[in-house]
């Protein structure tokens, strides 16, 4: 089983509406998650982290872990075109020091 | 604050050639770490440096190899090179390593022929 599973995609969604990205995980020990969003051609940069059961909202977005079902999401709410991009869930890997990358899921927001 | 710089950002190299890939962090980023993106796998961790030291190191044979600066600046070099190395190598750094932001550098685009 790979550390993180992403739903590859690609999901297209109409902007103003909703995107759902989700992520899960294998090692029970994460304590940290993080979202990254590369642009086509473009290197990641990170959105947004989360360290505690719940949701955290920032702007727009809002990263929901739920860590008795080793999962966390992206919600992405009122959709623009620019918010079309790969998005990686990424953890760390317990006592080291690097993350763990999801394989990205393509979104496309539609005008 | 200048962010992560990484050099060169495009080449093109031979089978059995080798080549070298220079990172330079964010300035008081004490941590570097390599990764390796293609389509088929992602992106996937080489090796992390830190003071000069590896600390963790990825499923990568030997040909892949690294190393560290006083400066904090990283090197990674590839012996050997086959058709499946081709990919963008990406460097992140972080103050000190650990479940911490890593900051990507924008990559050097290998293409191995």
């Known amino acids: 089983q790979k550390e993180v599973e992403q739903n590859s995609g690609p999901l297209s969604v109409p902007e103003g509406a909703i995107a759902s990205l989700n992520c899960t995980y294998s090692?029970?020990?994460?304590?940290?998650f993080f979202w990254y969003r590369q642009y086509s051609g473009k290197s990641p940069e990170l959105i947004m982290s989360?360290?505690?059961?719940g949701d955290k909202e920032d702007g727009r977005f809002t990263a929901q872990l739920n860590k008795a079902s080793q999962y966390v999401s992206l919600l992405i709410r009122d959709s623009q075109p620019s918010d079309s991009a790969t998005y990686l869930c990424?953890?760390?890997?317990?006592?080291?020091?690097?993350?763990?990358f999801g394989t990205g899921t393509r979104l496309t927001v539609i005008p | 604050k200048a962010g992560v710089t990484q050099t060169p950002r495009y080449l093109i190299k031979t089978r059995g050639q080798q080549v070298t890939l220079s990172c330079s962090p964010i300035?008081?980023?004490?941590?570097v770490s390599w990764y390796q993106q293609t389509p088929g796998q992602g992106l996937q961790f080489l090796f992390e440096?830190?003071?000069?030291?590896?600390?963790n190191k990825g499923n990568f044979p030997g040909r892949f190899s690294g190393r560290q600066f006083s400066n904090s600046r990283s090197e990674m070099n590839v012996s050997t090179l086959e058709l499946g190395d081709s990919a963008l190598y990406l460097c992140?750094?972080?103050?000190?390593?650990?479940?911490?932001?890593?900051?990507f550098g924008p990559g050097t685009r290998l293409l191995v022929l």
């Open positions: 090692d029970r020990g994460s304590q940290s």
């Open positions: 300035s008081g980023h004490r941590s």
């Open positions: 989360i360290y505690s059961n």
């Open positions: 990424a953890v760390p890997q317990t006592g080291a020091n690097n993350l763990f």
């Open positions: 440096y830190f003071s000069e030291t590896q600390r």
């Open positions: 992140a750094s972080t103050p000190r390593g650990g479940a911490e932001t890593q900051y």
